[in-house]
Structures are given as C-alpha cells and as structure tokens.
C-alpha cells in the first residue's frame, strides 16, 4: 500500500468488514504508519465505546411533550 488508507477503510476494518485480502495491505500500512495506526486505535475504542454504552429510551410522554411545545 503506497498511500494511506482512507478513514472509511480504517472504519471498516476496525468494524470487522473487511475480508482478509482487502484487510492485509491495511494492516501491514498500519505496521509502518503511527499515524494512520493512532487513527484506528481511536476508531476501535470508540467503536467498544458504542457497543457498551447502554440504550437510553425516553420516557413515555416525551414526543407529546414536544409536540405540545411546537
């Protein structure tokens, strides 16, 4: 891989969406470049960050209460 993988393919291979031939030339990039490797460091803690982080729900009468205010 000449030039750095774009933050979208980063994304993708910190989600797991990658196939391994696609996600080879990125993680050996990743190997040589701190940067793009920072990069997706942050990507996948963030990405643990949103799959623990628990699910609020509104309370029942919040839409109306929106709505009574438009």
Known sequence: MTEH???ETLQLL???E????????????LELCTS?????ASL???DRLMRT???L???P????HVLSHL
Request: hydrophobic share 40%.
């Open 44 to 46: 996948v803690s963030f």
């Open 53 to 55: 982080a628990p699910l």
């Open 57 to 59: 729900s509104p309370r």
């Open 5 to 7: 993988p774009s933050h």
């Open 14 to 16: 910190a989600n797991g």
């Open 36 to 40: 793009c490797a920072a990069t997706y």
């Open 18 to 29: 990658l196939d391994a031939y696609a996600a080879l030339p990125v993680r050996r990039h």
């Open 61 to 64: 009468e919040f839409t109306q």
